[in-house]
């Protein structure tokens, strides 16, 4: 299968609402409940671009079949150095290499900003397709947080990965990193 994988454009955004609103109705990925609009996806992806982190998405043949991006993993300054990534890909797309493909361009590009941590917080520890996928990608899982959410009817964990970019901690910053200021 030839995969396309391309920066997200604004015309992306009603199928990135779409992948993302069936994951919020049907999966335990996120913790959101209810779906976010077009509209809503698009404020969200502006302020991760206006940090100039990746937002991508992955098609064939003109149809989008996933999309990953990176965002600050919290908004105090010295989280400066540190991404959490999201990926998710279409019902009909999944097991395909779609989500590798994914998360290699934004580990690539997350490296290319300088940046030192990559991590995902991975809703329910039975997701073992996002755990497979961060574990062939280098991130290491670091630990379970139980019952943190309430989705479905059940309690539902998150499962804490961790990737080093560019040597992670091993040496002292050389870039900015990321414009942080909130609390
Ligand atoms: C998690 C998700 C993004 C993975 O994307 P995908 O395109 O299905 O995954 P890929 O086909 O690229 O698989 C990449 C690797 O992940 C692992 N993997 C994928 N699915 C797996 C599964 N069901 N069980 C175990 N490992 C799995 C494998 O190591 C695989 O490599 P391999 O095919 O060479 O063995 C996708 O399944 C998805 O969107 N799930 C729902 C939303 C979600 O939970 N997103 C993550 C939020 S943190």
Known sequence: M???????????LPAIAAIYGWNVLNGLGTFEEVPPD??????????????????????????VLGYAYA???RLRAAYRYTVEDSVYVGPDAVGLGVGKALLAA??????????????????????????????????ERKGVFPDMGYKFGRW????????????????EPDTPGLELNGV
């Open 2 to 12: 030839t995969v396309t994988v391309r920066p997200s454009t604004d015309a992306d």
């Open 38 to 63: 077009a509209a809503e996806i698009g404020r969200r992806r502006a302020t991760f671009l206006a940090r100039g982190l990746p937002y991508l998405v992955a098609e064939r043949d003109g149809v």
């Open 71 to 73: 965002g600050p993993f």
């Open 106 to 139: 934004v580990i690539a590009a997350c490296e290319a900003l300088g940046l030192r941590q990559i991590c995902a917080v991975i809703g329910d520890s039975g997701n073992a397709a996002s755990i497979g996928l961060h574990a062939a990608l280098g991130f």
């Open 156 to 171: 539902v964990d998150l499962v804490w990965m961790q990737r080093p970019l560019n040597g992670g901690g091993s040496r």
